[in-house]
C-alpha cells in the first residue's frame, strides 16, 4: 500500500482509493487508444507501432505505480532496486537474444 | 566459549535470556518476533520470487519475438490470420477489471470493511479471471481447429510458449483465490490470511502487468 499522508479515517481510505481509480482510468486510457488506433486501420504501421511500444511502456509503469505501489519513496527503495535491477535484467536478455538471432537471420538470407 | 557459540546461532539455547537473539543468516540486526516483521519479510521473498518469473517471461518474448521473422511462419498462418482484435480486448477489459477490484478488495482489507465486503470484492475477481480463462481456452480452441497447433511453425511454438504460460499463471492465481475464500469463510481474517492475501494481491497485479505486454507484443504488434 502507498502511505497515505493523512493517516487514519475516512480521509485515508479515500486517499487510497482514489490511487486504485486513477490507475484504472490511466490504464483503460492507455489501452484503448492503441487498440483504437490498431482497429482504424489507416495509420503508417511504424507510427502505429511506436504509439503500441510507448503506451506499453507506460502503462507498465502506471501499473508499478498504483497496483504494486512502488513508487521513489524511501520505504519503496528495496522492491524498486529490485524491479530496476530485474529489468536490466531482462532487458540485457531480450536484447542479446535479438541482436544474435536476427543477425543470424541476416546472414541466412 | 558461550559468545562464540551465539555469534554463530549454532546453540540458540544458552543464555538464550542474556544475549539478545540473532535472526538467522546474513542479518545483524537482533531478531525481532513481531508478527508484523514477519509478514514484510515474506512480502519480499515473494518479490524475488516475481521477479524470477519476469525473467522467464523475459525469454519467453524474447524467443515469441525471434520467431516473427516470415521464415518461421514456415509456409503456415501468420499472426494477421490468427489474431481478432475483438478477443484480444476482450480479455484485455477482463483482467484489467480484476485488478481494480482485487485493489478494492485490497482496501476492504486494509480499513476493516469486513469479510463480506472482501469476500465479495475477491469473488468478482475470480470471476472476471475465470472469463479471462474461458475467452483464452475459446482463442486456443478456433486456433487449434484451424490447423495452428505448436508444432506447425516456429512462430506457433513462441506463441504457445509464451500466451498460455501467462494462462498458467492466471489459472493458478484463480486456484489460489478460491483456497483463500476458503480460508477467509473457515477462519475469517486472521493475521496468516491477510498476509497470504497481500502476496496474491502482488501476483494478481503482476499478471496484469505481463499481459500488458503481452497484448502490446503479441496482438497489436500482430495485427497492426
Given at each position: 500500500m502507498s502511505s497515505p499522508k493523512i493517516i487514519g479515517g475516512p480521509e485515508a481510505y479515500r486517499h487510497d482509493l482514489l490511487g486504485y481509480q486513477t490507475g484504472f482510468v490511466l490504464a483503460a486510457i492507455l489501452t484503448i487508444v492503441p487498440f483504437a488506433l490498431v482497429a482504424w486501420g489507416t495509420f503508417?504501421?511504424?507510427?502505429?507501432?511506436?504509439?503500441?511500444?510507448?503506451?506499453?511502456?507506460?502503462?507498465?509503469?502506471?501499473?508499478?505505480?498504483?497496483?504494486?505501489?512502488v513508487d521513489l519513496s524511501a520505504e519503496r527503495r528495496e522492491e524498486l532496486y529490485l524491479m530496476l535491477f530485474s529489468a536490466s535484467l531482462v532487458l540485457t536478455m531480450i536484447a542479446g537474444t535479438l541482436w544474435i538471432l536476427f543477425n543470424l537471420y541476416a546472414r541466412m538470407m | 566459549m558461550n559468545t562464540i557459540a551465539d555469534s554463530h546461532g549454532a546453540n540458540p539455547t544458552v543464555d538464550a535470556d542474556i544475549a539478545p537473539r540473532r535472526a538467522f543468516g546474513l542479518s545483524f540486526e537482533p531478531e525481532y518476533g513481531h508478527e508484523h516483521d514477519r509478514a514484510r519479510i515474506t512480502l519480499s521473498g515473494f518479490w524475488l520470487f516475481m521477479m524470477s518469473d519476469l525473467i522467464i517471461f523475459g525469454l519467453m518474448f524474447a524467443t515469441y519475438v525471434s520467431m516473427l521473422k516470415p521464415m518461421s511462419f514456415a509456409g503456415g498462418p501468420t499472426p494477421k490470420d490468427l489474431f481478432e482484435l475483438r478477443g484480444a480486448a476482450l480479455e484485455t477489459a477482463a483482467l484489467l477489471t480484476s485488478t481494480f477490484t482485487f485493489g478494492l478488495a485490497s482496501l476492504a482489507i486494509k480499513y476493516d470493511r469486513g469479510r463480506a465486503q472482501v469476500t465479495f470484492w475477491l469473488m468478482v475477481t475470480l470471476a472476471l479471471g475465470l472469463v479471462f480463462l474461458g475467452l483464452e481456452v475459446s482463442e486456443f480452441v478456433r486456433?487449434?481447429?484451424?490447423?495452428?497447433?505448436?508444432?506447425?511453425?516456429?512462430?506457433?511454438s513462441g506463441f504457445f510458449g509464451l500466451v498460455p504460460l501467462h494462462g498458467l499463471h492466471v489459472t493458478a492465481g484463480s486456484i489460489w483465490l478460491v483456497m483463500m475464500l476458503f480460508q477467509i469463510r473457515k477462519a475469517g481474517?486472521?493475521?496468516?490470511?491477510?498476509?497470504?492475501?497481500?502476496?496474491?494481491?502482488?501476483?494478481?497485479?503482476?499478471?496484469d502487468l505481463i499481459w500488458v505486454?503481452?497484448?502490446?507484443?503479441?496482438?497489436?504488434?500482430?495485427?497492426g
Open positions: 503508417p504501421a511504424t507510427t502505429v507501432r511506436w504509439v503500441i511500444g510507448i503506451f506499453g511502456v507506460t502503462q507498465i509503469l502506471v501499473h508499478v505505480r498504483y497496483f504494486l505501489h | 486456433m487449434f481447429a484451424a490447423g495452428a497447433v505448436p508444432q506447425r511453425s516456429g512462430f506457433l481474517l486472521t493475521d496468516d490470511v491477510k498476509s497470504r492475501l497481500a502476496r496474491l494481491a502482488l501476483f494478481w497485479h503482476f499478471l505486454g503481452i497484448f502490446s507484443v503479441v496482438y497489436l504488434g500482430g495485427i
